[in-house]
């Protein structure tokens, strides 16, 4: 499975994005998939995950904010994010897996494919 991640930008807090990962492969619907971010100088960390077919979890710190949501028909799922704030500047990254536990899904080493990661920039 290749994964590619897109839709990051320039915007400013209180605005809104979507990134989107798209992914090759057929069997790509039956993925668990994870969003992370890393911001300069820190450490990668979890954002939202989403195990087949609508388990979703997010992180404290984008819940209510944020939303997955999923295209299989182009082997795409979204990351919408809404009122932005500036601490949500990060390059964000999508993750898969061919299978994985809904209490797994923010832990990093369990994905076997990562996207190129998309940036975000969120001016206060």
């Known amino acids: 499975v290749q994964l590619q991640a897109s839709g990051g930008g320039l915007v400013q807090a209180g605005g809104s994005l979507r990134l989107s990962c798209a992914a090759s492969g057929r069997t790509f619907s039956r993925y668990a998939v994870g969003w992370f971010r890393q911001a300069p100088g820190k450490e990668r960390e979890f954002v939202a995950g989403?195990?087949?077919?609508?388990?979703?979890y997010y992180a404290d710190s984008v819940k209510g904010r944020f939303t997955i949501s999923t295209d299989n028909a182009k082997n795409t799922v979204f990351l919408q994010m809404n009122s932005l704030k500036h601490e949500d500047t990060a390059v964000y990254y999508c993750?898969?897996?061919?299978?994985?536990?809904?209490?797994?899904?923010?832990?990093?080493?369990?994905?076997?494919?990562w996207g190129q990661g998309t940036q975000v920039t969120v001016s206060s």
């Open positions: 989403l195990r087949r077919p609508n388990s979703i």
């Open positions: 993750a898969a897996v061919a299978g994985a536990i809904y209490s797994s899904l923010p832990r990093e080493e369990i994905y076997h494919y």
